[in-house]
């Protein structure tokens, strides 16, 4: 039986007008990862995570609370649930996430840095300035509080006079690259996402991992973004062999999300046919997004097949690091 969607999604909407995010975060929670890096606060270029990735283990957390609803009594409350939260931020309550989760999570941030860094690449950071992308509202129609989100993040990055952004998911790629500026006149800021810009530096591994590696490709970066030959010459610079799934590219299959606070079952359903899909073509996958990551990896755990789903991250940072 389907959750009342309206008002999750008005939870989710009133926390973005109130709070500046679909589920509000601690300072400690945004910017922990960044911990011990010494990144320089702002500058004209600067690593944008959009809370992603920081944001993925309380939607790992909600999406397991949300399952068990979706067939209980409980989801006749979700609109008095949304009257509470104008009050009382139930976010606290429904994702309390687990610290191994969080850690995990930030750690696939200090790897993409310190690949970049690695790299040569400069590049700064906002901290707890920054702001999450917006996605999930403007995905969902809401675009007048998309809007005013979105006139945040542009007056958070004109005061600290940057001009270039480096993402690390494909959907703050695109909401800086194509829709930032239709709601935004004037709106010049660059974006890159970090995949391309470690390939235009023609990053070397320091060892070859000789891996069998399947690629799933994120439906925002292929179909949208065209980051497509970056994250394989990337692995292949690793001296991976690539496997292509059948629906691979601009053609590939969707991993299950973002659904899986709204519609948990079918999520499951979805990323389900997706990983039998991957594990026939071999036991390690790589990912370059956190919700395909989340989605997937849960599925791995319960199919027949031995699977291991990775991002491509920690696939990268171990060949320069072995």
Same mark, same amino acid.
């Given at each position: 039986m389907a959750l009342p969607t309206g008002a999750i999604i008005g939870i989710m909407v009133d926390n973005?007008?109130?709070?500046?995010?679909?589920?509000?975060?601690?300072k400690s929670k945004m910017t922990g990862w960044a911990e011990g890096l010494n990144l320089p606060r702002g500058g004209e270029t600067v690593l944008y995570t959009g809370l992603m990735y920081q944001l993925m283990p309380a939607i790992v957390a909600m999406?397991?609370?949300?399952?068990?609803?979706?067939?209980?009594?409980v989801r006749h409350l979700m609109g008095l649930g949304r009257?509470?939260?104008?009050?009382?931020?139930?976010?606290?309550?429904?994702?309390?996430t687990k610290p191994e989760i969080r850690s995990a999570y930030n750690d696939r941030l200090r790897m993409i840095a310190e690949l970049l860094l690695g790299a040569g690449v400069e590049f700064g950071?906002?901290?707890?300035?920054?702001?999450?992308?917006?996605?999930l509202v403007y995905d969902n129609g809401v675009t007048d509080v998309f809007r005013r989100h979105a006139r945040r993040i542009h007056e958070v990055l004109r005061r600290r006079g940057v001009r270039r952004v480096i993402?690390?998911?494909?959907?703050?790629?695109?909401?800086?690259?194509?829709?930032?500026?239709?709601?935004i006149e004037g709106f010049d800021i660059e974006a890159k996402s970090y995949l391309e810009v470690l390939a235009g530096c023609?990053?070397?591994?320091?060892?070859?991992t000789g891996k069998r590696i399947v690629i799933h490709d994120s439906c925002v970066y292929a179909r949208y973004e065209d980051v497509l030959e970056q994250p394989r010459t990337l692995l /292949?610079? @690793?001296? *991976? +062999?690539?496997?292509?799934? &059948?629906?691979?590219?601009?053609?590939?299959?969707?991993?299950?999300?973002?659904?899986?606070?709204?519609?948990?079952?079918?999520s499951k359903e979805v990323?389900?046919?997706?990983?039998?899909?991957?594990?026939?073509?071999?036991?390690?996958?790589?990912?370059?997004?956190?919700?395909?990551?989340?989605?997937?990896?849960?599925?791995? /755990?319960? @199919?027949? *097949? +031995?699977?291991?789903?990775? &991002?491509?991250?920690e696939y990268l940072i171990e060949a320069r690091t072995s």
């Open positions: 973005l007008r109130k709070r500046k995010s679909v589920v509000p975060l601690s999406a397991d609370r949300m399952g068990r609803f979706e067939n209980s009594w009257l509470a939260n104008k009050v009382i931020n139930l976010s606290f309550f429904m994702a309390r950071y906002l901290y707890d300035e920054e702001l999450y992308s917006g996605a993402t690390v998911d494909p959907h703050t790629l695109n909401m800086f690259r194509d829709v930032y500026p239709e709601f023609g990053m070397k591994s320091n060892e070859t /292949e610079g @690793t001296g *991976a +062999e690539i496997c292509e799934p &059948d629906y691979t590219r601009s053609i590939t299959l969707c991993c299950g999300g973002p659904i899986e606070s709204l519609f948990p079952s079918k990323a389900q046919e997706r990983i039998e899909q991957l594990a026939e073509m071999g036991a390690e996958v790589a990912v370059m997004c956190p919700i395909c990551l989340f989605n997937l990896t849960e599925a791995a /755990e319960t @199919t027949q *097949a +031995e699977v291991r789903v990775r &991002d491509i991250c």
